[in-house]
């Protein structure tokens, strides 16, 4: 009894000084919070945005937390971004990674395989592989968007927008990048889309772990079936869109990830390409439909635009000529985008910041930026951050605003919803495209709130750090296509 006594005597002690930390010199300022451990976890993990803002207030633009016994050091000066973006010498970013694809997808594939996969995705998702990207998904939108709506055109189809945006892109992209139309074992889009939705609702209790028992049994059960509903895709060599994902098998086996990694790495593809698209469509569309001025706006450009192509399809490859509807995406983007960029200190490094003082970050630690926070809602960047206004991006003769300024001096990172440097998005272009296209064919039928005083539902802060986020409740709208064009 007094040997385990002891023991735990040792343990606690061990523990103390392993996890005591008191600020240097040259450290940035140091919040452990009041929970030993925990730290600050629980605020963190409830509303990011609202803590960060918090401690931002209260230490500056760099400061160092404690979350279930790890410091993280949030840099939110953006002036100072690329100390962390561009090097890749002290800052890891796949050790950080390979601790998410382990507890969210339960995966384990070799240190170097993100780097083949983006070269990879590069060669499938860029030139002329994007060409053949679009015509695929612009034929599942129309055929999907058609099959949603009343066969009798009289008739209004009432729908939930959310689930409306989220259900009809994340099946087009499932077929376009999983399906393939020559694979006749391919899941039903419908079946995948339901297990998909299952997972996705608790995918940030996965990352923290705190799921209820009920929950875990929920997870469990969606993340094995949507292994047996990807199962089959890439398996053989198709043409066309099926192309990337039979090439991405192929990585994996020369890799030498067996069977059940292939199926669990595809699952992780899927809510990579599938994950936000939707969700950035709803949030486009409820703003424009709460916005009269945006929505005739954008409605305006696509028929100048429309009367002047021979084809609708054409508005994919129209890159350059949508100024109004690319800026109220962008501003959607820069009000519903929020991921955390983060990366693990492998050796000690300097950040200097926009006014000169210099801090130390410590080896071991992660650094972390939360573009959201800043610049995305800076009020020095942007007036009114909160409110949406669709021309914001629009300078007086039309042209795309690209100067944005703080401090004075003008932002290289003034809006980064798609993550920058090394690890920025491939499928950008391929993302716009197809949410161009849809919100094309969707404002091409008669379009309207069921509540003309409705307002956009609140966001659910759980989800901030984990890409786009999602509302707490939805928009009802009411659709039909229209007898004549």
């Known amino acids: 009894m007094i040997f385990t006594v002891f023991l735990l005597v040792q343990v ?38 609202k803590f960060l803002n918090r401690m931002k207030q209260k230490h500056g633009d760099i400061f160092t937390v404690r979350v279930v016994g790890r410091y993280v050091t949030v840099l939110l000066d953006p002036h100072a971004y690329d100390c962390v973006i561009k090097d890749s010498d002290s800052l890891d970013f796949q050790r950080y990674a390979d601790v998410l694809m382990e507890r969210i997808f339960m995966l384990r594939l070799p240190h170097h395989q993100p780097t083949h996969t983006k070269a990879l995705m590069k060669r499938h998702f860029l030139g002329m592989n994007l060409a053949a990207l679009n015509g695929t998904m612009s034929r599942h939108l129309e ?39 020559q694979n006749n074992n391919s899941a039903d889009p419908a079946s995948v889309y339901d297990e998909y939705r299952k997972f996705d609702n608790l995918l940030t209790k996965v990352a923290r772990r705190s799921l209820k028992p009920e929950e ?21 060599e198709e043409s066309g869109s099926n192309a990337w994902i039979y090439a991405y098998r192929r990585l994996l086996q020369r890799e030498g990830a067996d069977e059940e990694m292939q199926k669990r790495a595809l699952l992780l593809q899927l809510w990579a390409t599938q994950g936000n698209v939707g969700p950035a469509a709803f949030w486009l569309l409820g703003f424009l439909l709460t916005n009269p001025e945006a929505l005739s706006a954008v409605r305006s450009e696509f028929k100048q635009i429309s009367q002047m192509e021979t084809t609708d399809a054409s508005l994919l490859h129209s890159r350059g000529n949508t100024p109004v509807f690319d800026s109220a ?19 000690e490094k300097t950040i200097q910041m926009a006014n000169g003082q210099e801090y130390q970050l410590r080896k071991g630690d992660r650094v972390c930026l939360f573009p959201f926070t800043s610049p995305q809602m800076d009020p020095e960047i942007y ?54 296209q849809f919100v094309y064919l969707v404002l091409d039928m008669d379009l309207e709130l069921c509540d003309i005083n409705a307002h956009m539902p609140e966001i659910n802060t759980s989800r901030y750090g984990f890409g786009m986020l999602q509302p707490k409740g939805d928009l009802l709208v009411r659709m039909k296509a229209r007898k004549t064009h």
């Open 12 to 49: 606690v002690l061990l523990y103390f000084l392993a996890t005591h930390r008191s600020r240097s010199e040259r450290d940035p300022p140091l919040d452990k919070g009041a929970i030993p451990w925990l730290g600050h976890a629980i605020e963190f993990g409830k509303d990011a945005a």
């Open 143 to 181: 055929a999907l968007l058609k099959a949603e709506m009343p066969p009798n055109q009289k008739y209004w189809k009432q729908t939930e927008l959310f689930d409306f945006s989220y259900g009809v892109l994340f099946k087009a992209g499932y077929l376009t990048l999983f399906g393939g139309e």
């Open 216 to 236: 875990r049994r929920t997870v469990q059960s969606a993340r094995h079936r949507l292994w047996e509903l990807l199962a089959p895709a890439g398996q053989t």
């Open 329 to 347: 995406l962008e501003e959607t983007l820069r009000l519903t985008a929020a991921p955390f960029i983060t990366r693990e200190v492998v050796q």
């Open 383 to 436: 007036t009114e951050p909160q409110k949406f206004q669709f021309d914001r991006f629009l300078n007086k003769d039309g042209s795309a605003k690209r100067d944005f300024y703080k401090g004075g001096r003008r932002l290289k990172y003034y809006t980064m919803p798609w993550g920058a440097g090394t690890n920025g998005c491939v499928g950008k272009q391929f993302a716009i495209n197809t949410i161009r």
